[in-house]
């Protein structure tokens, strides 16, 4: 029995110079894309993010995207791999400092007087010239206790990954330094 062979339909005026790399090659990194989905746990094995519902995450290789740490267990993987990789603190968002929970007056902040806080929203302060995201950990009659520490400062972090996709970046791509499209930069 044969069987025909199907038609490669590519649009030749149209090429868009991003080539899928082949199923069967290893993941090399620079000047690939590489799109995954992933949960994330923190070291009480709270999962606290999830591509799960959204398109694959995509990051340019070698561009800061993801963790470092992360993009290495990337390393000879193939398309639709699926791996864990715990990531300790110090190499995913650094240690705790508990010196960067401080107490603000209410007032200071935008919209102070007429805003409701509660715990855990994450607010904007402007701290030695520099705008900054703070978690607030409690919420007084005056004053609120901010954290500017990272939200994930001082966890080890757990991936579970799984690969969707690999391709060549596009010229553009490695002009601007990131992935375009979704789950990419959409400009
Ligand atoms: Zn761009």
Same mark, same amino acid.
């Given at each position: 029995?044969?069987?025909?062979?199907?038609?490669?339909?590519?649009?030749?005026?149209?090429?868009?110079?991003?080539?899928?790399?082949?199923?069967?090659?290893?993941?090399?990194?620079?000047?690939?894309?590489?799109?995954?989905?992933?949960?994330?746990?923190?070291?009480?094995?709270?999962?606290?993010?999830?591509?799960?519902?959204?398109?694959?995450?995509?990051?340019?290789? @070698?561009?800061?995207?993801?963790?470092?740490?992360?993009?290495?267990?990337?390393? =000879? $993987?193939?398309?639709?791999? /699926?791996?864990? &990789?715990?990531?300790?603190?110090?190499?995913?968002?650094?240690?705790?400092?508990?010196?960067?929970?401080?107490?603000?007056?209410?007032?200071?902040?935008?919209?102070?007087?007429?805003?409701?806080?509660?715990?855990?929203?994450?607010?904007?302060?402007?701290?030695?010239?520099?705008?900054?995201?703070?978690?607030?950990?409690?919420? @007084?009659?005056?004053?609120?206790?901010?954290?500017?520490?990272?939200?994930?400062? =001082? $966890?080890?972090?757990?991936? /579970?990954?799984? &690969?969707?996709?690999?391709?060549?970046?596009?010229?553009?791509?490695?002009?601007?330094?990131?992935?375009?499209?979704?789950?990419?930069?959409?400009?």
């Amino acid at each position: 029995m044969t069987e025909k062979q199907p038609s490669q339909n590519v649009d030749t005026a149209t090429t868009t110079e991003s080539k899928d790399v082949a199923a069967s090659a290893p993941i090399t990194g620079a000047g690939q894309v590489i799109a995954f989905h992933y949960d994330l746990y923190d070291d009480a094995s709270v999962q606290v993010e999830s591509s799960a519902g959204h398109p694959p995450v995509q990051f340019l290789y @070698g561009q800061g995207g993801v963790l470092s740490a992360l993009q290495e267990a990337f390393l =000879g $993987k193939l398309k639709g791999d /699926d791996f864990s &990789i715990t990531i300790p603190s110090g190499l995913a968002y650094g240690r705790y400092y508990p010196e960067r929970v401080q107490r603000v007056p209410k007032k200071n902040m935008d919209n102070g007087a007429k805003q409701r806080f509660h715990p855990g929203q994450i607010v904007h302060i402007n701290q030695n010239g520099q705008r900054q995201a703070a978690t607030i950990v409690k919420v @007084g009659k005056f004053n609120l206790d901010i954290d500017t520490n990272h939200p994930m400062a =001082g $966890k080890d972090l757990t991936f /579970d990954v799984k &690969i969707e996709g690999v391709r060549q970046a596009t010229d553009d791509e490695l002009a601007h330094g990131h992935a375009h499209g979704p789950g990419g930069h959409q400009h």
